[in-house]
């Protein structure tokens, strides 16, 4: 790691309030012209580092995801509860934080993701707790946050705990759609909430019939066009739902061979496969691949698991996957490393990028 650089979300906020947002321009039309040309990441330049270690103490990266305009990748970085812009050419990481919130115990951010219609990007804050009590205390404040990485600054702000009044929890997976909406699921249980093009509220667009918080449900979702995919963690089982609905209704997609897909975590549809390859990072076991020939995800087939590093130091689990360049990482987390005193996490300096590239373009063979 050359250097890290710690900033304030509330002076990045600041700057917003000052009228750099405007300036920037940021409108979802000319944005989805931008990313029209480079949302499969083309244009960024090619990455070859095959595996690769950020070299960050506490890092502990929840989920990522790759900005395939301004060529970075977002980290939730989980413990610190903080953001992470990394510029995997130059090896060079920002760190966001969010006063009140980061470095706060029972905060944790979970999901990030970049959203190529517009160029902006999503980050939730939420409760740690809710997930080590497998549901049972979904108590304390979630929020979502909007990010422009071309202004730096964050655009809106929203208290999901309001609108889900502490019915259900566990926000931890985000996605968009092309119309400019942004989609979040919750884990405890499945649950989807919907936020509009100018970020004005959360609505809860999908729950289930019984709200009953210590069932586990949606632990990932992503989308092509309109069609967003769900995992149900609990059952191993992927959900459908049209985007452009006024509600969301949850339409099974079975993936023959029906093999187990357990301790599953968030989902990814990378860039660079259109939209018909899904991967399903798996905390113990690794990566499933799943494919839909025709992006319809009306069923999938199941092509394979990519098991994680044996090598990987004791504890690993699968947490995420995302893209980088024309490549394909595995996001490795520890959730059970003992935390050093004084602080909010484990002692690790150095994060495993796994390159899975070449294990996927076999299964796809
Ligand atoms: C996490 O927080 C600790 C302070 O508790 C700090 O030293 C460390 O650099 C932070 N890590 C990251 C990746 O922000
Ligand atoms: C539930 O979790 C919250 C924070 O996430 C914590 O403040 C509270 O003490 C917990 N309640 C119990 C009964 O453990
Ligand atoms: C978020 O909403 C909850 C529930 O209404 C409330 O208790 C809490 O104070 C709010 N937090 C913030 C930071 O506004
Ligand atoms: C909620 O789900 C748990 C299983 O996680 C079950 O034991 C409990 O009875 C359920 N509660 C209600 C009110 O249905
Ligand atoms: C990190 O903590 C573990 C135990 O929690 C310990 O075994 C290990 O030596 C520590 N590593 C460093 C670099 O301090």
Known sequence: MRRINFLHAALLLAANVGGRVISAGVSVGTDAATSALSARGSECPPFEKGNFNIDAYQLYPENMDWDANLCQVYIGILFNASFGIYDPYKDHLDVISFPGNTLVKEFHVGGVAWDKYTGLATVIIGQGNAFETAGA???????????????????????ITEVAKGEYGGFNDITHDAAGNTFFCGTYPESILKIDPKGTAVVPWYLPETINHTVRGYSGIASHGDTIITLDSRLGKLFRFDATAA???????????????????AIRLPLKFGGNVLLIAENRRGVSVLRSQDASWKSAEYLGLIPMDPSLPSGALTTSVTQIGQKIYAVTDWFGDQIVAGTVAGNKTSFPMIDITARIDALLA
């Open 137 to 159: 205390n979904i108590s304390g404040d979630n929020i979502i946050k909007k990010y422009d990485p071309r202004s730096k600054t964050f655009l809106w702000s929203h208290n």
């Open 247 to 265: 509600k969301g209704t949850p339409t099974p997609v079975p993936h023959v061979p029906e093999e187990a897909i357990t301790g599953g975590d």
